[in-house]
């Protein structure tokens, strides 16, 4: 037989032990949203049909940047952008026909697969060297492009972006529901 003590003493262990969850998981939520796992909403065109406007991502803030990712930034007037990795620190970047070029051996990007499709040209000729003075990406900078070469503001405009600049790497639509996927670099 339990006492009416008894039955109010567990009743506090049991609360106690719900909080101590709620605590824990609420810690965890808060840990992995400011050090792991950050949101960024998407503004703009530049990264269709990838990526459109009000899409919602999840970035990862840690570990290497590849080519092809996709990534977030900031530019020195507080503005932020969202573009996907072409050129790493110490290589060449060109365009030819439309075409790729690192370092003078030709790159596929089959995430243009489709835009290619549409007549006309999507990425104009460019040698690096004519659009920021050096023949190299410099160290801890990166050479950045939006999917839809012909609007986007990219690093054609305002040239590499700096690795402190980058909030991290998208790994996730999240929002909207029938948008929702993992994303991943290409291979190139």
Known sequence: MTTPKQKLWRGWVITGDWLLAFLLAGTM?????SFILVPASVSGQSMAPTLKSADQLLLRTSGPIKRFDI????????TTYVKRVIGLPGETVAYRNDQLYINGRYIAE???????????????DFELKALIGEQRIPQNEYFVLGDNRQISKDS?????????????????????????????ASKG
């Open 71 to 78: 990534v977030v930034f900031t530019r020195p007037d507080q």
């Open 110 to 124: 089959p995430f243009l697969d489709a835009a290619k499709q549409k007549p006309g040209v999507l990425t104009s």
């Open 156 to 184: 054609r405009l305002f040239g590499p972006i700096h690795r402190d600049t980058i909030l991290g790497r998208a790994v996730a639509i999240y929002w909207p529901i029938n948008d929702v996927q993992f994303l991943k």
């Open 29 to 33: 939520v808060m840990v992995l949203r």
